[in-house]
């Protein structure tokens, strides 16, 4: 749990992932490049003087989270649903925000669903309030339109140089009775699906978080690791990243072999059996809940 420190870095945080998301809303067209557009993103964080605080995630139409471009991914946007999730960190202090692009022009109401789900869970971020409560009023909301919450995602608490902290925000109604407290910093994310609202993991990963480190065996992977130490140590990263120095094929193996030791954990792309939508905001829990990644749009 994070209380209120370095206020103005999760200021500064809040603020650069809220301009990378407007940014995000208007290279999202169809017939654009996943790969390219992802890339512009990440630029466009470092350009401002930030990091990604995880790789841009671009999941379409099933996918609810974690499809991040993999090296030479030649994905064209089509008539599709484009959940955009966007980190950013500033001296470990994280803005994590997303929202969903409807490229098909037929899921308006889907769309609208995990926003208002957000807009209404944010009015309860404030000091005492159950989280149980938070997920009763995601779940409502969202199964009122003919939706499915996305039970087994969740919200999350944010700490310096993690992503994912407690307490869990989730986002149907757990009965959960743990209290937010004055002061944490938690991201809210509903997802609103047309189908059941539980998520699998699919197919290959090109995210990964480092669990511990120890040594290893090959001198790809341990050189692999170095960098992940040194780059990105205990925030996700991907596979892009990592062949920009060493070449698809060093790359793939020295995953593997990280993987296999337990070193890193894949993080596959998640999917439902409906089309999805997303809308997320990092918060400071206050009397007046402070949306730290609000865009001057909003
Ligand atoms: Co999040």
Redesign the pocket.
């Known amino acids: 749990m994070t209380s209120v420190q370095n206020i103005s870095s999760w200021r500064k945080a809040g603020v650069i992932a809220a301009e990378s998301l407007d940014y995000a809303k208007k290279l999202v067209v169809k017939n654009a490049s996943l790969l390219e557009v992802s890339e512009k993103i990440e630029e466009f964080i470092t350009s401002k003087g930030a990091v990604p605080a995880f790789p841009v995630q671009l999941s379409c139409d099933n996918i609810a989270a974690h499809y991040c471009a993999y090296p030479g991914d030649e994905t064209i946007f089509q008539e599709q649903v484009v959940c955009v999730?966007v980190?950013v960190c500033v001296d470990g202090c994280i803005g994590?925000?997303?929202c969903t692009i409807d490229l098909s022009g037929k899921y308006s109401e889907l769309v609208s669903a995990s926003r208002q789900a957000l807009n209404s869970a944010i009015k309860l971020c404030t000091p005492g309030t159950e989280i149980g409560i938070i997920g009763r009023a995601v779940q409502e909301i969202i199964t009122a339109k003919g939706f499915s919450p996305i039970r087994n995602l969740s919200?999350?608490g944010?700490d310096k140089y993690t992503?994912?902290s407690e307490p869990q925000i989730p986002n149907v109604d757990t009965k959960d009775s743990t209290k937010l407290l004055e002061g944490m910093i938690i991201?809210v994310?509903p997802f609103a699906s047309t189908g059941t609202g539980i998520v699998k993991e699919s197919g290959a990963s090109s995210v990964f978080s480092l669990n511990n480190v120890k040594p290893v065996r090959s001198r790809e992977a341990s050189q692999v690791l170095q960098l992940i130490t040194k780059e990105w140590n205990s925030l996700p990263f991907c596979t892009r990243w990592i062949t920009k120095k060493f070449g698809i094929g060093t790359t793939a193996r020295a995953l593997r072999e990280l993987m296999t030791a337990g070193i890193i954990t894949a993080h596959p792309p998640l999917f439902d059996t409906g089309i999805v939508s997303q809308a997320?905001h990092?918060i400071i829990v206050e009397e007046k809940p402070i949306i730290l990644t609000k865009s001057t749009n909003e």
């Open positions: 999730d980190g994590d925000t997303a919200g999350h944010l992503i994912h991201a994310e997320e990092t």
